[in-house]
Nanobody, 125 residues
Framework: VQLQAFGGGLVQAGGSLRLSCAAS????????MGWFRQAPGKEREFVAA????????YYTDSVKGRFTISRDNAENTVYLQMNSLQPEDTAVYYC???????????????????WGQGTLVTVSS
């Protein structure tokens, strides 16, 4: 499975961006998907994840109520709608995929097998 993330850019605080992650080379609807981010000088951290069907989603506390993860299995794409962006959201955002199975920890990196190349989001104050 190949993942390509795009949609990053420069935005002012309070603004919005929508990230997309296009998947190819696999049966997309069988994969759970996640978004992670890495800020300068920091460890990569979990942002959001969505189950293969889209029926379940998960968020880190700092983005709850501001970010929304969604997917379109017909388009092999997962999205991250980011609203009310703050300077602390500045990071390289990565999408990741793992074939669905029981007892996955979608909020941790370890279970994810495939990773995109990252897209930079910069939020100015």
């Amino acid at each position: 499975v190949q993942l390509q993330a795009f949609g990053g850019g420069l935005v002012q605080a309070g603004g919005s961006l929508r990230l997309s992650c296009a998947a190819s080379g696999g049966f997309f609807s069988s994969y759970a998907m996640g978004w992670f981010r890495q800020a300068p000088g920091k460890e990569r951290e979990f942002v959001a994840a969505i189950s293969w069907s889209g029926s379940s989603s998960y968020y880190t506390d700092s983005v709850k109520g501001r970010f929304t993860i969604s997917r379109d299995n017909a388009e092999n794409t997962v999205y991250l709608q980011m609203n009310s962006l703050q300077p602390e959201d500045t990071a390289v955002y990565y999408c990741a995929a793992v074939r669905s199975r029981p007892r996955l920890n979608l909020m941790g990196e370890v279970d994810y097998i495939y990773w995109g190349q990252g897209t930079l989001v910069t939020v100015s104050s």
